[in-house]
Structure formats: C-alpha cells, structure tokens
C-alpha cells in the first residue's frame, strides 16, 4: 500500500509537471494524515476516547467523511473538520489510514 | 564545519539496531542498495530547543519520518512536561498537577531523541551552533526553536520584581504557579474577590483565561458561593467563543462572574494587590491573577529571529523556517501567527509536522511539502465535566503566501456538554501521547 501510494504521488507530480505546477509532495498522503493525528492518534492509533483510523478501510473512511461534511452523520466537531479537506485530500488520507496496521 | 555535540549515552536507538542486524551498515543515511527498507535517505544533525507542544512533535516526528537517519537532541531545561491546555482544571481543584504531567522517557526510549536537560543561552547562527547554560556546545544543519513566551514584566509597574511576582501570580506556564494560585484560591475566605486580568491580543491560548474563570467560579459556586470572579480584559470583548462563554457565566455561574472589557492593566500595588488602569478606577481583590503581555522565548532573540513588532517571529509557512534567519526554524506561541491560526498548544503540535516533514525533506535533498495543511481543534472545560470547542482547518495560499482558514470549515460547538468533556479529556490523552510517546 505504501508502494501504491508512492505511485500516486509519482503520477500526480509527473501530471503537475505537465502542467506547470509546481510538484506535489512525495509524502502528502502521510502529510496530510498527520494532520488528524493529534486526536486519533500517532499513525491513527488512538489512546483512547476518539476512533482508531489505522487500518480502517479505504471506502469506508472517505464514506464516513463524505456523511460528516454532507451533515448526515452525527458529530460534535467532525462535520466542521472535514469541511476543510478536498475530496483528493479525504482520498489521500483515507489510503494513507488504510495503509496502516490495525490496534490489536 | 566542525561538528560537536554532547554524546548520548543512551541506548542504541530500535531503528539503527535493526539496520545493524539487516546488515546494511551503520545508518540509514549511507542508503546502501538493498537497503530499501530503511526507506529514507535523510541524514544531518537537528538540534531542537524546547520540549513543548511543538518542539517534542517535531524531535518524535524527525526521528520517526528519517526512519532514525537524522540526529536529533532536544534541549529542555524541565524533567516532565506539564500541560497548560487542562491546567484550569488544577486552578479549579477538579484535578491535580499529576493529572497534566508526562515523562519525556518515550522520547530516547521509543524514537532515539538525544535528550539534554539543560537551558539553550546562546545560538551563533553563522557557526550554526548552540550554547547550553551548563557549559556544553552544540552544532546543528537545522535548528528548531519552540522557545514558548516569556513575559513582558516592564509593561506592567510595580509588577518587574520577584517579590511583586510571588504574590501576584500569572499561572500561564503550567507548574508551581498553577498550583500556588490554586493554594491562594483555597485561602480565600468566602466573600472575597478573584480578579484576573488579560492582556491585549495576541497571547498564548485564547480562550484560556475566559476558561479559567469558569473553573474559578465553578469552585466557588461549590465551596464559597458568596465570592466573585471579577474578569479585567483588555480587549474591547471576549477573544474566543465569546457567546459560549458568555452564556455560561450568565446560566451556570449567575451572580459569580462579572466580565469588564477595556482594561487594559496599566499597573499593580502588589502590598495592596491592588490592579491600576490608565482611565478606570482601581480594583483591589483577594487575589490578584495577572497574565502579562507576551512575547517569544528569550532565544528567540539570541538566534535574531524577533521580526515582528520586537516581540514574535515570522516564518514560512511552508517549513516554518525564519524569514530572516536561514536554518532556523521557530514554531508554536512564538511565531507571527497567520490570519485566523491561534497561539494553541494543538496548532504548536501541527507546526511541528509540517516542520518536521520539511526539515526531513530538505535534508533528503528533496523540496519541502508545498501545499501544507494544519488543524486547529481547542476544547474549554466550562464545569468540571462539560466543554465547548472551537476548530479551523488551515491551507496553503499559493498567492497570499500563508496559510489561511478554509472558508466554510471549522466552527463552534452549538453549546456546552458532557459528551464534549470526554472528547476533550480524549484529546488531552491523544496528543500528550502523539507529542510525547
């Protein structure tokens, strides 16, 4: 999965690159993820009290993130944290949590 | 150059004994072939001063992200660290100071972070080095400097003297101070008055002192109902999540608080603990608790990274390197914040991985990340239970050059609940182990 996501993110910089952007991270994915560590928890394993992301599966993440920002899932906080993510953004992270190995 | 540093006496870092044993030399940083799982060609020497919020996220992440290629020592003048983020709940005597304290064994233990208790004094940024109050040298390619406030006692008379200080404490670093000004809380006799005064915007955490003066009157409500919080701001209103705090004073601490904007603390009679304005009258209370104006840690200045009005210091955004100094990096309270981004001990926390990815990249021989993205997510205790929120998600602006909030995220909790409470008690265990462990 890690390989995969390096692919990616070679595709996107060779796709930036043709179009005059400068070129992504090779690490946004785990960038972007890092950001939702704070709360869930180094690599998405949490302490406890918030929900462990790592080794939840791709679809069902960027489902549960595409509920909070429509407002059809229930939250306290999530439904005015995910509005501040992309869709590429929501996809990247949820591949990068996916990749990760599950709390026992 | 000359490289020195004080050498570790610390067990073999997991990373590098697991390369030895794979046969692949002594660190990652060679990048041998057949070494792939290493997986990072980093290598360098990273020194990082202050071992707060920001400054350990940024020496756990280095060493997690160089997969253990980057030398990285962490200056830290305390044993523990102690967390302002929760300390109200000491002051209103819900908690205690164990409560908000957590090793930094995790750090050498865990990830191989060099650990040096010991106080930065000096930085020479043309030999790229560090002076340690103890006698010791250290030689750094990227410098990061998490250095917190210091107080800016000389804007407040009659305030600029140890004997003035041990009486009227400010209790914004969380430790003894917390703690003292809990005992003078205790001391109080019923019927007494608690004033605290706030500086003018910006300073570290704010809504912490409207925080604090729920915990304040939810301990008196309880145990001495016939005393007042007395709120001396300095702003012309409530800084954050106004209405919340607001409706909690008026609902749930009804005749105890009373909030009074535009005072700016021009003085104080420490005989008298008496607080002095420009143009309102004086206020005399029981106890006095003064947050002064702020500014960066004092090796800030020493690295000559002070670029914004004498007291913070501007980055980029994108590696929170200094705008003027080169190799140093500054994160947390002590930076000229963006538009919309708070001096919180979460938001030092984001600093510090954005950080970390860049210096880890830069020192790959690779360009920084540069679309950075942050959070903000900052949770009040307005009982002993209860809490309400403010939150942001932050992006990179390719033409503003900042990062700013993302229009139509972020928000308000709609009003204070126990289930909050243990989102925030969830928070607190979350990223004391992600900063720290």
């Known amino acids: ?104 | 150059m000359k490289r020195r540093g004080i050498e570790s006496s610390l067990p073999m870092p997991r990373r590098e004994f697991l390369t030895l044993a794979a046969g692949c030399g002594i660190a990652a940083t060679l990048a041998l072939p057949g070494c792939a799982t290493t997986g990072s060609k980093a290598s360098g020497r990273v020194v990082v001063i202050g071992g707060g919020y920001g400054g350990a996220t940024a020496a756990k992440y280095i060493r997690m992200w160089s997969d253990g290629g980057i030398d990285v020592t962490l200056v830290e003048p305390n044993p523990s660290f102690v967390s302002c983020p929760m300390s109200n709940l000491v002051v209103g005597g819900s908690r205690n100071l164990a409560f908000l304290t957590v090793g930094y064994d995790n750090l050498p233990q865990h990830h191989g972070v060099k650990l040096i208790h010991d106080t930065a004094t000096a930085v020479d940024v043309d030999k790229r080095t560090v002076r340690l109050a103890g006698g010791g040298e250290l030689a750094y390619d990227r410098l990061i400097l998490s250095p917190g406030i210091d107080f800016m006692w000389d804007q407040v008379t009659g305030l600029d003297n140890a004997g003035a200080q041990a009486k009227i404490l400010h209790a914004w670093k969380a430790g003894p101070q917390t703690v003292a000004l809990r005992r003078q809380l205790e001391a109080m006799p019923d019927g007494g008055v608690y004033a605290l005064s706030i500086p003018v915007a910006p300073f570290r955490c704010p809504p912490g002192p409207y925080e604090r003066a729920c915990q304040v009157a939810w301990y008196f409500k309880r145990a001495k109902p016939k005393s007042k919080v007395l709120i001396l701001d300095g702003n012309g209103d409530v800084t954050s999540k106004a209405a919340l705090f607001r409706k909690a004073w008026s609902d749930e601490y009804k005749g105890i608080v009373e909030y009074r904007a535009n005072h700016v603390l021009a003085g104080v009679d420490a005989a008298t603990t008496t607080a002095k304005f420009d143009v309102q009258d004086d206020v005399r209370a029981d106890v006095l608790n003064v947050i002064p104006p702020q500014r960066a840690g004092a090796i800030a200045r020493s690295a000559g990274v002070v670029t914004a009005n004498d007291r913070w210091c501007d980055v980029d955004f994108r590696t929170f390197e200094s705008v003027k100094v080169k190799y140093v990096h500054v994160l947390g309270d002590a930076i000229q914040v963006a538009p919309g981004m708070p001096k919180s001990g979460h938001m030092a926390n984001q600093h510090a991985k954005v950080c970390a990815a860049a210096v880890v990249a830069l020192l790959s021989g690779q360009p920084p990340n540069p679309t950075p993205v942050l959070t903000n997510t900052c949770y009040s205790m307005v009982t002993d239970k209860d809490s309400i929120h403010v939150c942001s998600v932050h992006q990179w602006d390719a033409e503003k050059k900042t990062v700013l909030p993302v229009p139509g995220s972020g928000g308000l909790s709609s009003a204070m609940s126990e289930l909050e409470g243990t989102y925030a008690f969830a928070w607190a265990r979350n990223i004391w182990a992600d900063t720290l462990a």
């Open chain 1, 1 to 104: 999965m890690r390989l995969s996501m390096s692919i990616a993110a070679a595709l996107l910089a060779l796709a930036a690159a043709a179009a005059g952007a400068p070129a992504p991270d090779a690490n946004l994915a785990r960038n972007l993820a890092a950001t939702c560590t704070n709360c869930h928890g180094t690599n998405g394993v949490s302490q406890g009290g918030t929900e462990s992301l790592a080794g939840m599966p791709r679809d069902a993440m960027i489902r549960k993130m595409q509920e909070f920002k429509s407002g059809t899932r229930p939250a306290t906080i999530m439904h005015q944290l995910s509005m501040g993510y992309t869709d590429e953004q929501i996809a990247f992270i949820a591949g990068w949590f996916a990749a990760q190995k599950a709390p026992r």
